[in-house]
């Protein structure tokens, strides 16, 4: 789920800064910090909307940079359990897909691709034995979330299945569900 995130936060700017204007330079540094920042209260920061509230500063002595108390708003991506999603497969590998959601990755693994017997070709292409269904890279899906781990904070995981019914590859959904041979 994408959310609008208010923190309030001190944004440090070092003195080869103090030439911007103080909104510039709050602004560089907090979206150094953020950028593609990951954690478990907040999810994975996507972008910095709106700067809106920037106290006035104090320098530290021994440091000589400024410390600004910063109200600002984030677009973040924090997936729930359950919660439906749209993605692109980016990559296919022996044991599963990696999928893009728009801001984070998630994987499904190859029991949890589609309701058949999965296959894995060198090709990267996952193939279901009894319905002849593949997907590729470049592939739309649509998934369901079924684990989240912050476990390791520079590599989180997003668990996803495509095996239900009114999930896997866009173009399965609008059509019928054949088995090969049959006519």
């Not at 953020?34 to 920061?45: A, C, P, Q, R, T």
Request: hydrophobic fraction near 35%; glycine fraction near 10%.
């Amino acid at each position: 789920m994408f959310y609008k995130v208010k923190v309030k936060d001190f944004i440090r700017v070092p003195p080869g800064m103090f030439n911007l204007t103080k909104k510039e330079a709050v602004l560089k540094n907090i979206r150094e910090n953020y950028d593609n920042y990951v954690s478990k209260e907040l999810g994975f920061v996507i972008n910095v909307i709106n700067v809106d509230d920037i106290q006035e500063g104090v320098i530290i002595p021994g440091d000589g940079a400024g410390y600004y108390e910063t109200g600002f708003d984030l677009l973040t991506y924090k997936p729930e359990l359950n919660e439906m999603v749209f993605g692109k497969v980016k990559d296919i590998v022996d044991f599963g897909a990696f999928v893009e959601l728009g801001g984070a990755e998630g994987m499904v693994h190859v029991s949890q691709s589609m309701d058949d017997f999965v296959s894995f070709s060198k090709e990267k292409v996952l193939q279901g034995k009894k319905t002849g269904r593949s997907l590729k890279v470049n592939d739309r899906c649509k998934a369901r979330v079924i684990a989240v781990s912050y476990k390791d904070i520079n590599n989180p995981k997003i668990g996803l299945t495509m095996r239900q019914e009114g999930l896997g590859k866009i173009e399965w959904l609008t059509q019928p569900e054949e088995v090969k041979g049959e006519e």
